[in-house]
């Protein structure tokens, strides 16, 4: 049963200053970042990757040039796998939008929701979307072989409601750490979860 791995891009600078970047601000691996990611591929060199896709964000494609090097092979940029759009709300700091507008998060997950679509943020339903598209290739294109995807947080936690149907309260708590793996085995078409944040033991009580 082939996989389909995503992985979360190593720590950045934004999640350090609690930065809302999005696509749009570059914001590089810190060094902590870098062997978070030189620590996971050790762990992919033991089975066989056919292919590797990256978000088109720096971040993303840091990781992925790593992971590459370790893995002895190339990647390619899918624009699926990109950031979520945040608009306006780019540049800002986490905790001061949460204090001024409320689970506003929270509330992404939902259907809709007045104040995001006033910033212009793309809906959760949209990343889900694409996320799926490129999910439903993986099963046409790589039927026979392993896959990673390296992306970000709500990318994943779109794959995770895709085969889950996990209600918003739940996608809103279940964080997905930086350069870890959550894993996804099809059969006959069919996904299922084999594991989410996947890392090295000792990673575990710090991160």
């Avoid at 490129?134 to 895709?162: F, G, Q, W």
Wanted: net charge negative; aromatic share 8%.
């Amino acid at each position: 049963m082939p996989l389909v791995i995503f992985m979360r891009h190593g720590q950045a600078d934004n999640n350090v200053s609690r930065t809302l970047v999005g696509r749009h601000i570059e914001s590089h691996l810190t060094s902590q970042g870098r062997e978070q990611v030189e620590d996971a591929a050790k762990y992919l060199k033991a089975i066989p990757i056919g292919n590797v896709y990256a978000s088109p964000v720096i971040r993303a494609r840091e990781t992925a040039q790593i992971m590459c090097e370790t893995l002895g092979m190339d990647y390619e940029v899918d624009e699926r796998l990109y950031e979520i759009e945040l608009g306006k709300l780019v540049g800002m700091n986490y905790e001061e939008v949460t204090a001024k507008y409320g689970d506003l998060f929270l509330r992404f997950y939902a259907e809709h929701d007045s104040v995001l679509d006033s910033f212009g943020v793309e809906p959760f339903a949209a990343v889900k979307r694409r996320v799926k598209s490129i999910l439903d290739n993986a099963v046409e294109k790589h039927e026979d072989s392993n896959v990673l995807m390296i992306t970000h947080l709500d990318p994943i936690k779109a794959a995770l409601s895709t085969i889950l149907e996990l209600k918003p309260e739940a996608l809103y708590r279940w964080h997905i750490r930086n350069a870890s793996f959550t894993v996804l085995k099809h059969e006959s078409r069919i996904y299922s979860l084999s594991g989410v944040n996947v890392m090295a033991m000792h990673r575990y009580p710090i991160d």
